[in-house]
């Protein structure tokens, strides 16, 4: 089909949709390292986990090297409602741009959670429900994570509890309506509700919150009550599982234009978008097959690839999670509270990072007006008002092809379009106000933070 | 193709997307009444609306005979930027209902503007460009027409004026923030900025504005303003002309399949998306050669078909636009302060209104509760958050299906889905709180707005 005019967007038919998930880990050669028990910081056992997680999810977490994992069929009869999400040619931005390159984008913003976060909530709520579960609880902070559980759950008829970053809560009140308009509850964290919660207002009471803390309470949470089991939309392994229907999806559109990408690009807070999106194409570079370059693009107001440090380090706040070795910049590092958006989380996830350890993926760090400037730009030329998370992979992109502009190279360039930016204009209205600044930490900040590690032999 | 399954989304291709608007009133016999000079009461020439209108919209809004108008390449290449929209069968919700019905809904929100508006403003921007106009001005109540002008305003390079009803910009920052960030200047309406905004506040200084005032407000700046036209997004024929984008790609995918509607179902503010959606189908009934039920659904608090009646009026509150005959509720008619949403204009598209006045559509009036009932199941069973016009549509969607449960028919049943519903949380927010009423006008209050009618011999 190679020689027909590629359309604007291509979806797959419906039939052509993926039936297994890809775990990326099985054709790794040196695996990401096991999650530690934070007690006695020996590799923890899938038992040690069950407080915690649902059976089938751990199972899917420590597997490193079971490639395929089948979806499910009420999981698929789920995608199905807002999925294949269509894959876009940017005719507009390469003209706009005048850049020889070929940009495509995979666009997950099309469903009512705003992003791609809903593809993981699915999985992880239809598996708490297959082992009986009365609900799950979890943290959110922009609120993508949070509202896509809600949609899950109150598709399954699962409970949903969500600890809600208090930042968040009180500057994006209708996250929280569309949560409950799914029949979730929501509450600010840190609240009193829990031991880690009331802890930390003791310590700090004027605190408006992180995502280590609400993590921490929604463990807590699940732990002491009957039925509950806690869930996480980025960082672990299962949910850049989940999120390989992104990429899997991506590559057969590709596929059927033979289109092949030279770069590909992903905006990453804890990796799940980015994960997801590579995970083929990385599995082509793993087994010798092709060859692609990947850039994470994170924010340089939250840089743990790009100046965190390869260690173990506590998931949480409350260090109560098992310990994962990833990229870090110490679980107690919180953003600047002039940071919008997401992708403030203070690690990432261990596959991820071993990648980058082994130097298959790059990673670059952008300024925060600088990725607004790029949303808008992409906003007014291709009609899609971003996430601002989105929109750092949207900043190296534009980047990317204004190069190919210079070299008269006729790159494709691939990226992920995570979401949409409706709920994030108080984001937009700062930028438009000029209220906006790129606090960087200092290196001494984050040798602060740094050295809180924890100290593994 | 009929023995296929039917996918959840019909996507037609991007060459089978329309290249023509289809007319409407080509195919009636009894004409809707003509426009008149709001000074003579004359039928007005086409010279006498170009202080106010595009050469070529006015055109549009006179032919009455013309059936197909070519869509200018420039606006496909716009429309493919976001169209063609889904056709999507509503596989959960039957299920969910229990129902025999069969129902499809056409999707129009997924693109930044969140609603089918923006068919006919890159139509509109595109004439006002090719005329070497500057810009435009227009009103805005809930928001989604101001949005889609200024996305196209700003593809096209044109400057965007919007005076937005007072309360929507009080309670809607964000759409304002959507509105900025694609260049547009918002004005709270009615403003100091022009003498009929003076006078409204002079009169009544607290007031928080209407449609009809926001009207003349942008008809005003646009006459006193070189390179300016007004525009104006739902009511006139040529809006309906554009919408009748929705019609066709529908019945286009409907074909393809060998699906044909029973009921088609459509909510009603101006008449703009249900004309648009019906356009094919009421050809063919009013051409003879097929039949189908139609029905309009408005406001409870707003019910211009259902309570209305159908004489000229005025169709802005400072009498400057020109008079059209309609199902009216009178220009004066402002929907109580407790009406959430759109579909709050006083009159209604004089097209829709006398192919009502023949019988040839239904119309029914619905509360806001029962729309606000049916949104979140919606929402919950098929993943949407619709916008609260577009649950107008549902709500009756719903109980026909229920109706069709009840006697075992296997009707299959078609509404438009106009928009999501992501700018208006603080609605969802009341319901959520039972902070919403179900306030229904009197027929005392409705006859003093009545008798504000002009007297026309």
């Given at each position: 089909m190679s020689s027909e005019k590629i359309p604007y967007k291509i979806y797959l038919n419906e039939d052509e949709m993926p039936k297994a998930w890809y775990n990326l880990r099985a054709d790794m050669k040196q695996k990401p390292a096991p999650l530690l028990n934070?007690?006695?910081?020996?590799?923890?056992k899938a038992e040690e986990l069950e407080a915690v997680f649902c059976k089938d999810l751990i199972a899917q977490e420590l597997?490193?090297?079971?490639a395929f994992f089948e979806i499910p069929e009420e999981i698929r009869s789920f995608y199905i409602m807002y999925r294949p999400s269509p894959l876009v040619r940017a005719y507009c931005l390469e003209e706009k741009l005048g850049t020889p390159a070929k940009i495509y984008y995979k666009f997950e913003g099309n469903n009512t959670s705003g992003s791609h976060k809903l593809n993981s909530a699915i999985a992880q709520a239809y598996y708490a429900k297959k082992q009986g579960l009365k609900g799950v609880t979890t943290e959110t902070g922009a609120g993508q994570w949070g509202t896509a559980l809600s949609m899950a759950c109150s598709y399954l008829g699962l409970d949903c509890k969500v600890y809600m970053v208090k930042c968040s809560y009180e500057q994006k009140p209708f996250r929280r309506e569309v949560m409950r308009t799914y029949g979730a509850s929501v509450t600010p964290s840190?609240?009193?509700?829990?031991e880690v919660g009331r802890k930390i207002l003791e310590k700090h009471p004027g605190t408006s919150g992180s995502l280590g803390c609400a993590i921490s309470e929604a463990v807590e949470k699940a732990v002491s009550s009957e039925g509950y089991r806690y869930v996480l939309g980025s960082v672990l392994n299962q949910v850049l599982l989940h999120q390989s229907v992104i990429g899997l999806e991506t590559k057969a559109a590709m596929d059927k234009y033979d289109i092949k990408p030279d770069i590909i690009i992903g905006c990453a807070g804890g990796g799940s978008n980015l994960g997801g999106l590579i995970s083929p194409f990385m599995g082509e570079k793993l087994r010798g097959e092709a060859d692609y370059r990947f850039i994470a693009v994170e924010p340089a107001s939250c840089p743990s690839f790009t100046r965190g440090v390869y260690a173990y380090d506590y998931c949480d706040t409350g260090m109560v999670c098992p310990l994962s070795k990833m990229y870090t910049l110490g679980s107690d590092f919180i953003p600047s509270a002039s940071h919008s958006g997401?992708?403030?989380?203070h690690g990432m996830s261990s596959t991820l990072s071993e990648l980058y350890h082994q130097g298959l993926l790059e990673a670059v760090s952008v300024k925060q007006t600088d990725v607004f400037q790029a949303a808008e730009y992409f906003a007014r030329v291709e009609g899609i008002l971003p996430a601002p998370e989105s929109s750092h992979a949207i900043r190296v992109a534009i980047d990317e092809a204004v190069r190919c502009k210079e070299t008269g190279e006729e790159k494709t360039i691939l990226f992920g379009l995570?979401?949409?930016g409706y709920f994030d204009m108080v984001a937009y209205e700062k930028f438009h106000e000029n209220k906006m600044d790129d606090y960087v930490p200092t290196d001494e900040e984050l040798a602060v933070y740094r050295n809180n590690l924890p100290q593994i032999k």
């Open positions: 934070p007690e006695t910081y020996q590799p923890v597997d490193q090297d079971t840190p609240s009193t509700e829990t997401g992708l403030r989380y995570t979401g949409t």
